[in-house]
């Protein structure tokens, strides 16, 4: 029976893979560590809660002793635990470095000492940097982040790269291009424009609109991340994405359309410092290597989501309650 390590289990992809990996797997049993943070919620986890191969223990991976002890009878570890906002990077920067940069440090020593049968690093498209009109992200293209989030991914990812070389622990790193689909925190691109429109509220686009990412399904960068843990390679980097590339404001003007609302809904704002313009992936190497594609055609997985937020109006309510107000001001200014 294999003993997985999860990290930031009770985030929205984190969450997601803990679920499937009970599910579709009898003989697995999981560790979730999470100290939750404002992105970590238990009410993702409600229907495993009850699960006996799940357990599930608040902790911080920045605290040495807490992920020890997490670690004893481990076989493997997959961390998802992250620091994941582009924006709350730019507002402070602290936060990211301490938990993506030395907080995989303290998981990769962990890790080592358990002597794991392999480790993946969950990490990101945004570690290549920005695309201009043409091409795509490989494995081979060259670490060039841009923000303080991608760059502190991008010092675990060396991070990752410098033990499997110097201690020969058994890693895998995934970069994965933009994900949705349900339990994503209301701060990223689609959950906040389709929460907002449920509630007539305006969607802020920041600058012209034309930023272009490929979304792909979250259940398909969760079968991904499984099939990086079960068939990766130790050492080799796999790209995941979803083949789906869009401007963001086709895509917001596709939420308005399947949610029944307004253009007037769209208000136009400052834009993001240093922001990206393009992300696309070549998700070749995992179709070839790892026998994985992406199955979730966007049509069906927007809707769904969208069906989804709409039936979890509590869920969305208890978060945008609170702390987000703050946040939100901070970032948008005063509701429109
Ligand atoms: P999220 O913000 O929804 O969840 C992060 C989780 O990590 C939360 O449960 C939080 O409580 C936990 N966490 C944060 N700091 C911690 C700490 N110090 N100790 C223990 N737990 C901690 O993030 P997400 O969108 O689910 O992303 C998960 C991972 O996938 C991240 O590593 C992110 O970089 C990567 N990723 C995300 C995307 C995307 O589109 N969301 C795409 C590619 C890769
Ligand atoms: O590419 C993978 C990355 O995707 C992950 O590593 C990150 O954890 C995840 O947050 C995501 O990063 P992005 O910055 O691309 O996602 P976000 O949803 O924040 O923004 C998507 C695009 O939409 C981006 O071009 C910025 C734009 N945007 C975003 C918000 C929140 C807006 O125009 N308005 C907004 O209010």
Redesign the pocket.
Known sequence: MARVLV??????????FVRLLLTTDPAVEVVN?????????LA?LADVADNPRHAFVR?????REQVRAAMRGVTDVI???????VDRSIQDSG?FV???VT?TQILLDAAREAKVSKYVQ?????VYGSLGATGLFTEETPLQPNSP?SAS?AGADLLVRAYHHTFGLPAVT???????GP???PE?LIPLFVSNLLADESVPVYGDGMQIRDW?H?LD?CRGVEAAWREGMPGEVYN?GGRCEMPNIELTKLLLKLLGKPDSLIRYVKDRPGHDRRYAIDCSKAERDLGWTPRVPFDRGLAETIDWYRANAAWVAEIKSGAYREYYEKQYGKLA
């Open positions: 990290t930031g289990g009770a985030g929205f992809i984190g969450s997601n560590f999470d100290c939750l943070t404002y992105a970590g919620n993702n902790g911080d991976i920045t605290d961390h998802f635990a992250a620091e994941s906002h936060p301490r938990t993506n907080g969950v990490s990101t498209d945004e989030y991914k995934t970069r994965c291009s933009n994900n949705y339990y994503q925190f990223k792909i979250v960068h995941f």
